[in-house]
């Protein structure tokens, strides 16, 4: 069981990233699937979730209207487009799949990638 998490970088404030989570090994068609981030000194947050059928979708109210996740059932692949990013978004994201049910609580997925890094330099 493998998520593979890629797609960060440097990036202005104001610009764009699209990160990508590849999922390998077992069948995740019926596992939520969510984005969490941790920032230097920070606690790991919740970003973002989805359901792979559905179409149900969670997003922390830091990230509604810049963020959007989303998933492509043919590559087994979840996306979180960032948008008009800020510097208090620099952290290091990770994606996890659920056994359980959507939600925003990090205790609750039981498979974690191993994190891409995004810089938001001001």
């Not at 069948?27 to 000194?41: D, I, L, V």
């Not at 087994?76 to 359980?100: F, G, I």
Request: proline letters at 2%; glycine letters at 10%; charged letters at 15%.
């Amino acid at each position: 069981v493998q998520l593979q998490a890629s797609g960060g970088g440097l990036v202005q404030a104001g610009g764009s990233l699209r990160l990508s989570c590849a999922a390998s090994g077992r069948t995740f068609s019926s596992y939520p699937m969510g984005w969490f981030r941790q920032a230097p000194g920070k606690e790991r947050e919740f970003v973002a979730a989805i359901r792979w059928t559905g179409g149900s979708i969670l997003y922390a109210d830091s990230v509604k209207g810049r963020f959007t996740i989303s998933r492509e059932y043919a590559k087994n692949t979840v996306y979180l487009q960032m948008n008009s990013l800020k510097p208090e978004d620099t952290a290091l994201y990770y994606c996890a799949a659920s056994t359980s049910k959507l939600t925003h609580e990090a205790h609750l997925y039981d498979y974690w990638g191993q994190g891409t890094l995004v810089t938001v330099s001001s």
